[in-house]
């Protein structure tokens, strides 16, 4: 793994792409909301790869490196990683039920998202694309685009969103990324009431963890 300590990568999707890069030890960093890198030095660096802002190093899923996996077979994913993806739901219900202040956007509770399995499909292919390849980026490296990615999934209703992260060691910092970056804290907090979550680790990777959101409303 080529550690790069100390940069920090953001990427936004609603509807158009934005990909910065900031760095995670400069607190005078400027954002740039919605599309930008968020808050350079709030919790966990938005979206950011680098040291994971929980106690010590990441103590879930590790060893699989997702090498022949198939994304598309619910049954053959590892279940740690499933489990991880299960929690990062939980905690954008609680997230969604308590409202939250998005930048200069503020946002009433709202009702909680369900998992929705071609979503997850989608969430799960792109984030294990991302890990084993070792790239950063909404658009697959032979120019799919996440709407196309979700369509072949089969998922039938209206695509809104995609959040993609890098680097964080848990699905809570995971989730207190994106809520501090206020373009990936609308996705979350948007009237979608679907999503689908993907993880995946390869530790030959830049950044060993890879993390996706897919959104949509039916």
Not at 29 to 54: D, E, H, S, Y
Not at 104 to 111: H, L, N, S, Y
Not at 119 to 148: I, K, M, V
Request: with cysteine; hydrophobic share 35%.
């Amino acid at each position: 793994m080529n550690r790069l300590l100390g940069s920090v990568l953001s990427a936004l999707l609603v509807l158009s792409v934005a990909a910065c890069v900031g760095d995670i030890d400069d607190p005078s960093a400027p954002g740039v909301p919605p599309n930008g890198p968020g808050v350079p030095n709030g919790p966990g660096v938005p979206n950011g790869p680098g040291t994971p802002t929980g106690p010590g190093q990441p103590t879930g899923p590790g060893q699989p490196t997702g090498g022949g996996l198939d994304c598309r077979n619910d049954a053959a994913w590892p279940a740690e990683w499933k489990a991880w993806e299960d929690q990062v739901l939980v905690i954008v219900n609680e997230k969604r039920a308590a409202g939250a202040t998005c930048g200069d956007e503020v946002f009433a509770p709202k009702p909680p998202q369900k998992m929705d399995a071609a979503l997850r499909e989608a969430a799960r292919c792109h984030a294990l694309d991302l890990a084993n390849n070792n790239y950063f980026s909404h658009d697959s490296q032979d120019g799919t685009s996440p709407w196309t990615r979700i369509e072949r999934a089969g998922y039938t209703a209206n695509a809104t969103g995609e959040n993609i992260a890098a680097g964080q060691g848990s699905p809570e910092s995971a989730m207190e990324s994106w809520m501090h970056s206020p373009g990936h804290c609308s996705n979350i907090m948007s009237d979608a009431n679907e999503i689908g979550v993907g993880y995946a680790i390869d530790e030959s990777s830049d950044f060993d963890h890879y993390w996706v959101q897919d959104f949509g409303n039916r």
